[in-house]
């Protein structure tokens, strides 16, 4: 008996010392020893990625609440439609020009190191059955639902989104009894979705060790390690790294310093946890609940900011993805031995914008979208399949570059706003 209580009594303090630990600490030892695991012990992943699997869909569960439940009380908290109008204006502009930024860093990257030029097509990975992409006409259209149940039910952002604006707006509209019932009652509900949030982040380490190990495992049962790095695909994942990071440490805390007023090494360290999950999960969407978190707890953000600029971010606002269509795409006409012209580089540019907006918040949704660049310049679709190989890792860097404007932005409205704010 004192054995069995000498060991509870070790295992309660080591319980106890892990939480003293912070929780971006904990997530990134879970993603050093998820990838060591998946690497060692490949085939023995099917016995955990239950709980990874189980954690996306806790995350997903809460976040189409969350997101209605932020857009209506922060729509229905700025006023009146000229405050709408400002808000609005202010943070597509903000995206569209963070976007543009990185669609030209990557062109830059991607004509200086020409990873395309000598690729053996033959190499190239089998291509995958995609689906086909939505035209950015029928996006546009379709953010009006025809049945906002069933966008709901399909998960449909755009739409959703749209329809949660329009709704917090007239709610602002109504006479005050109803419209006091009803911001009590969605103010209340985005507190207990806020609770939800917050038990689901306390196993957030276990959920990264399970994603992490399940995608080194297929990188190793495809044999798609380090051997890759050799060949000219390597320099396109180096070209495609380097235009992310130039983008994500240079161009975005440049803005939040100059035109946020910030100090961004302090936004950077407050944002890990957020960074950390995305880079794990590779969804926008499923980080959505911790980075709102972390922005209004960690920087001061006001849930009025949050609460419209970040779910529109993480469905319109993609500059990891789009920085990474426009060098994919060059890469594949360099392979192909195409030229491309200036016309059409700015036809990359200008599609990669809009093909970035219409991307879901899901892993691999770059992927999808990429059909609409190649189809834009004529480049054969089979192509796609040169860049298989190191797709899956990258979408790990891009949807952490994502992440991180998405914050950005909320932080340089904020501030533009008249908030004081933490840092």
């Not at 809460?62 to 400002?86: A, K, Q």
């Not at 961004?264 to 944002?271: A, L």
């Not at 770059?366 to 660049?373: A, E, F, I, S």
């Amino acid at each position: 008996m004192p054995h069995y209580f000498f060991l509870w009594r070790k295992v309660s303090l080591i319980l106890k010392s892990l939480k003293s630990i912070p929780i971006y600490v904990q997530i990134l030892i879970a993603i050093f020893i998820g990838g060591f695991f998946g690497y060692l012990f490949p085939l023995s992943t099917y016995y955990t990625n239950w709980f990874g699997d189980l954690f996306l869909r806790a995350l997903n569960m809460i976040t189409i609440p969350l997101i209605i439940c932020s857009i209506v009380s922060g729509v229905s908290n700025i006023g009146g439609s000229g405050n709408l109008g400002r808000l609005g204006l202010k943070t597509i502009s903000f995206y569209l020009l963070t976007t543009l930024f990185a669609i030209l860093t990557g062109l830059l990257f991607v004509r200086i190191f020409e990873p395309g030029t000598g690729v053996d097509i033959s190499l190239g990975s089998s291509v995958v059955e995609l689906a086909p992409a939505s035209s950015i006409g029928d996006t546009l259209i379709n953010i009006v639902p025809t049945n906002i149940f069933g966008a709901l039910a399909d998960g449909n952002m755009l739409s959703i989104i749209f329809f949660a604006v329009l709704f917090g707006y007239f709610m602002a509209n109504i006479e005050h009894k109803s419209k006091k019932y009803l911001s009590d009652f969605i103010d209340a509900t985005l507190d207990v979705i806020m609770k939800i949030t917050m038990f689901i982040i306390r196993f957030t380490p276990l959920g990264v060790f399970s994603i992490t190990a399940k995608i080194i495992s297929e990188q190793v049962i495809l044999e798609n390690d380090l051997k890759i790095l050799i060949s000219r695909l390597g320099l396109y994942f180096i070209t495609v790294l380097l235009g992310l990071m130039v983008h994500m440490f240079v161009t975005l805390p440049l803005i939040v310093r100059f035109i946020g007023k910030s100090n961004p090494v302090k936004h950077f360290k407050n944002m890990a946890t957020p960074l950390l999950t995305a880079f794990s999960t590779s969804s926008s969407n499923a980080t959505l609940p911790i980075s709102m978190e972390t922005v209004e707890v960690n920087d001061g953000v006001s849930n009025k900011i949050t609460g419209f600029t970040m779910p529109l971010g993480a469905t319109i606002n993609m500059d990891g993805t789009a920085l990474y269509e426009c060098v994919a795409v060059v890469f594949i006409a360099q392979a192909y031995g195409i030229d491309l012209s200036i016309a059409q580089q700015i036809t990359v540019v200008i599609t990669a914008l809009l093909a970035a907006i219409g991307a879901a918040g899901i892993p691999m949704a770059g992927l999808v979208m990429m059909t609409v660049v190649l189809n834009a310049v004529g480049l054969p679709l089979e192509g796609i399949g040169l860049i298989l190989a190191v797709d899956r890792i990258l979408d790990m860097f891009r949807t952490a570059t994502n992440v991180y404007g998405d914050t950005c932005c909320a932080l340089v409205i904020a501030k533009s706003e008249g908030e004081e704010l933490l840092i």
